[in-house]
T-cell receptor
Framework: DAGVIQSPRHEVTEMGQEVTLRCKPISGHDYLFWYRQTMMRGLELLIY????????DSGMPEDRFSAKMPNASFSTLKIQPSEPRDSAVYFC???????????FGEGSRLTVL | GQNIDQPTEMTATEGAIVQINCTYQTSGFNGLFWYQQHAGEAPTFLSYNVLDGLEEKGRFSSFLSRSKGYSYLLLKELQMKDSASYLCAVISLYNQGGKLIFGQGTELSVKP
């Protein structure tokens, strides 16, 4: 079975550019999460969806960040404009039920110069 | 609010036993997870506790006390490959949907 698929795996961009990270959750999983991981702050929850609807976006740092889930098999996390402090590994994860195990993608490592 | 505390780092010897503690304060508690994360990789699931007591799975065991807001992960017969970060995570139903909040992680180094 395919796991959670994220792209790109690595992205290097310059400050001010738009960044779009993509995620395909495991088929049949109703919940999708976006996390950001840095050495300083650990694994932070940015936003999560249930049945394509955003449930909690309180972790989204600021208006520069936005996330969408147009259908059950695709989600995007967009940063516009990007800043150096956005440099981190962004993980997408999905699960099938409320208290179920969370399955992570391989992550997208973002470097903003 | 939510607060999860675990030690930043630990060191142990190959073949030994190590216990990684986690304390938490959260609303709407509905279970506690432990994840393992090797450097440069994604977190992977180790265990899930929702009731008090010990859950054993091979070399790894996890314990939960809900009244104390406390859990630990016990690793036996340590191997070099167990060197990794161990993340404690609490699931909260406060805002519906099973929001999973992670601690900072404990970096475990296993020495020969």
């Amino acid at each position: 079975d395919a796991g959670v698929i994220q792209s790109p795996r690595h992205e290097v961009t310059e400050m001010g550019q738009e960044v779009t990270l993509r995620c395909k959750p495991i088929s049949g999983h109703d919940y999708l999460f976006w996390y950001r991981q840095t050495m300083m702050r650990g694994l932070e929850l940015l936003i999560y969806f249930n049945n394509n609807v955003p449930i909690d976006d309180s972790g989204m740092p600021e208006d520069r960040f936005s996330a969408k889930m147009p259908n059950a098999s695709f989600s995007t996390l967009k940063i516009q404009p990007s800043e150096p402090r956005d440099s981190a590994v962004y993980f997408c994860a999905s699960k099938t039920r409320v208290a179920g195990e969370l399955f992570f993608g391989e992550g997208s490592r973002l470097t903003v110069l | 609010g939510q607060n999860i505390d675990q030690p930043t780092e630990m060191t142990a010897t190959e073949g030994a036993i190590v216990q990684i503690n986690c304390t938490y304060q959260t609303s709407g508690f509905n279970g506690l997870f432990w994840y393992q994360q090797h450097a440069g990789e994604a977190p992977t699931f180790l265990s899930y506790n929702v009731l008090d007591g010990l859950e054993e799975k091979g070399r790894f065991s996890s314990f939960l006390s809900r009244s104390k807001g406390y859990s630990y992960l016990l690793l036996k017969e340590l191997q070099m490959k167990d060197s990794a970060s161990y993340l404690c995570a609490v699931i909260s139903l406060y805002n519906q949907g099973g929001k999973l909040i992670f601690g900072q992680g404990t970096e475990l180094s296993v020495k020969p």
